[in-house]
């Protein structure tokens, strides 16, 4: 079984930045790409940004492009959610989350960390 552990969310300013951390632990972690979901109070949950874990490529959210960089770390079994240019309406849950196929869905969720970014 696959676990997802999200850390680095928090309060910051508008304009501001943070950096979010998905770490993986388990049975051997090798999942066809991992992304990044937000869901904010009476919205529905969104894909920020997803990236395939061989090869690198990365897809971004219209809304985020430009602002938040997809990373990952293979060795330490990690990805990365780099947020600039922050703005009041990125404040969501962030979520992390892996999938086995291209065609499947995300099978492995983290619990989710709060980001808030303030006026």
């Known amino acids: 079984q696959v676990q997802l552990v999200e850390s680095g969310g928090g309060l910051v300013q508008s304009g501001g930045s943070l950096r979010l951390s998905c770490a993986a632990s388990?049975?051997?972690?090798?999942?066809?790409?991992v992304g990044w979901f937000r869901q904010a109070p009476g919205k529905e949950r969104e894909l920020v940004a997803n990236?395939?874990?061989?090869?690198?490529?990365?897809y971004y959210a219209d809304s985020v492009k430009g602002r938040f960089t997809i990373s990952r770390d293979n060795a330490q079994n990690t990805v990365y959610l780099q947020m600039n240019s922050l703005k009041p309406e990125d404040t969501a849950v962030y979520y992390c989350?892996?999938?086995?196929?291209?065609?499947?869905?995300?099978?492995?969720w983290g619990q989710g960390t709060q980001v808030t970014v303030s006026s």
């Open positions: 989350a892996a999938k086995t196929g291209f065609a499947s869905q995300y099978r492995y």
């Open positions: 388990g049975r051997t972690f090798s999942p066809y790409a």
């Open positions: 990236i395939r874990w061989s090869g690198g490529s990365t």
